[in-house]
């Protein structure tokens, strides 16, 4: 599926995740902490503090105190002769629980990397933040990245995994939130015309797809379906996107890809039923730094 790429536009700041509505601006530390720990998913390698500054805007003093404290709370392993730092087993150890509860039902990460391999293009989980589609996991089969990062939001009533997420909602329920839209979010120049969205969010019950083109971001197109799990009980979307001049070419190939590996992850019955309960804690806790 791969073919003929022309030049990607300049890659943009990892911290932008709408047209002009860059974050982290006013939320302070613990904010930036997270997006610190989601670059690290992106890059897969230790960074400097000159790195970490640079890709996420920050200043880099500020960000070499931030990363020092991490780095005490166990988060961050801190090399001192490369002057890197790089995330500690803790990190992953926060969200193993939900991961086992996920894996019960498919293995997500496996379904993921296979879309991604076999399509030749990026492959996006969502789930619903407000009015967007917020993207929780991204792999993607090309060195660029063009800004695409976990955490990056996505108009809910435009994107193509925002259509996906609004065909598990009732349509009276969709309307209220394109009003919502409508009222809040000036960064389109055209409403949301709610109609033609309930006709597309019907198109997609009866088909189990959805599309969009050029409809965020100039040039891009994406294909979406449903992910039969729900994580505390919200669904997710999965979308691979293309250019959107190889759109019409690849449509059908792309949609058979999902259906396959759909079908293979996920199949009839792996649903919650059979889910191991997680046990919670015995005893308290509490956050210390480690010597």
């Keep these: 599926m791969n073919g003929p790429e022309p030049t990607p536009p300049d890659k943009v700041a990892l911290t932008r995740v709408a047209p002009d509505m860059p974050y982290g601006k006013a939320v302070g530390s613990l904010h930036r902490s997270l997006e610190v720990l989601e670059l690290f998913a992106v890059e897969q390698r230790a960074l400097t503090v000159g790195e970490v500054a640079q890709q996420l805007g920050y200043p880099q003093s500020s960000t070499s105190v931030l990363l020092h404290n991490l780095s005490e709370l166990g988060y961050l392993q801190h090399d001192r002769h490369a002057r890197t730092f790089l995330p500690t087993l803790r990190v992953s150890f926060l969200g193993m629980w939900l991961h086992q509860r996920v894996l019960a039902q498919g293995n997500l990460l496996d379904f993921m990397e296979m879309l991604a391999s076999r399509s030749g293009h990026v492959a996006m989980l969502a789930m619903q933040n407000g009015i967007h589609a917020q993207y929780i996991h991204i792999v993607s089969a090309r060195t660029s990245r063009v800004g695409l990062k976990p955490g990056l939001l996505r108009p809910i009533c435009r994107s193509a995994v925002g259509k996906v997420l609004l065909s598990t909602m009732a349509d009276d329920e969709i309307l209220r939130i394109v009003r919502n839209v409508n009222a809040t979010d000036v960064s389109f ?12 969010v019907a198109e997609c019950r009866r088909t189990g797809f959805a599309f969009s083109v050029d409809a965020v971001t100039p040039g891009s197109s994406v294909i979406a379906a449903r992910v039969p799990v729900d994580v505390g009980g919200q669904p997710l979307a999965v979308g691979i996107g293309v250019h959107t001049w190889q759109r019409q070419e690849l449509q059908d190939t792309v949609m058979a890809l999902l259906r ?32």
């Design 189 to 200: 120049p055209q409403p949301v015309d709610g109609k033609a969205l309930l006709k597309e």
């Design 260 to 291: 396959e590996a759909l079908g293979t992850y996920f199949p009839p019955g792996s649903g919650e039923t059979g889910r191991p309960r997680i046990q919670p804690p015995q005893a308290g806790y509490a956050v210390v730094k480690t010597s």
